[in-house]
């Protein structure tokens, strides 16, 4: 089992410029979850999928961010014309079940917007 | 918002000495807690989990929950260097997906 799996690990962006980040979920895992994690804000959650269908992006930034996952072993994370205060290290989540807080977490990728 | 408190924000222990680290959740519909521990550079591993009033073991770990209060602890004996890291707190609702983290403790044991 080789864990959640995201691409790229690094990634630095021009302001203005679009950044798509991907996440491969532990096979036979129904929850998949977006978070954000910086310094200042900790580990913010902004969206979740179960059983692919989108549940919940109430943490996603509106206008520049969404989710697809248009099946059961990729998902991705696009943001439209960064900004600096994007910059963060984007983790993919994945879980058995979706009521349970065993979460199994990618290395993650950290964007840069420079 | 549900909010997730940690504290401290830092720790210094020595190698071989007790780390404890503390956790409030603002959300009185909480009834799961998570520690979850993250290396520098790595990505949050779960720890231990707790669900009922009371304390639980594994090694060197060990949590307790009072639910009437909200507050979890998770206290670290015979501290080692390895045991570095940032640990994350995180709650959850019965039934529900959102799992929310807590800022994190940043905890260093010295050699």
């Known amino acids: 089992n080789a864990g959640v799996i995201q691409t790229p690990r690094h990634k630095v962006t021009g302001k203005g410029q679009e950044a798509t980040l991907w996440c491969e979920p532990i096979?036979?895992?129904?929850?998949v979850f977006w978070y954000r994690q910086t310094i200042v804000q900790g580990l913010e959650f902004l969206t979740y999928?179960?059983?692919?269908?989108?549940?919940?992006d109430s943490g996603m930034p509106k206008e520049r961010f969404s989710a697809q996952m248009p099946n059961q072993s990729h998902s991705t994370l696009k943001i439209q014309s960064t900004q600096p205060q994007d910059s963060a290290v984007y983790l993919c989540?994945?879980?058995?079940?979706?009521?349970?807080?065993?979460?199994?977490f990618g290395e993650g990728s950290k964007l840069t917007v420079l | 918002q549900q909010k997730v408190q940690q504290s401290p924000e830092s720790l210094i222990v020595p190698e071989g000495g007790m780390a404890s680290l503390n956790c409030t959740s603002s959300?009185?519909?909480?009834?799961y807690f998570w520690w979850y521990r993250q290396h520098s550079g790595k990505s949050p591993k779960m720890l231990m989990?707790?669900?009922?009033?009371g304390e639980k073991e594994e090694g060197r770990f060990t949590v307790h929950l009072n639910k009437a209060s909200l507050h979890t602890s998770l206290h670290i004996r015979d501290s080692q260097p390895s045991d570095s890291a940032l640990y994350l707190c995180?709650?959850?609702?019965?039934?529900?997906?959102?799992?929310?983290f807590g800022s994190g403790t940043r905890l260093l044991v010295s050699p």
């Open positions: 989540a994945s879980s058995l079940v979706a009521n349970t807080g065993q979460l199994y």
């Open positions: 096979s036979g895992h129904s929850a």
């Open positions: 999928f179960r059983n692919q269908a989108p549940i919940d």
């Open positions: 959300d009185r519909n909480v009834d």
């Open positions: 989990s707790i669900f009922s009033n």
């Open positions: 995180a709650a959850s609702r019965t039934g529900g997906y959102k799992v929310v």
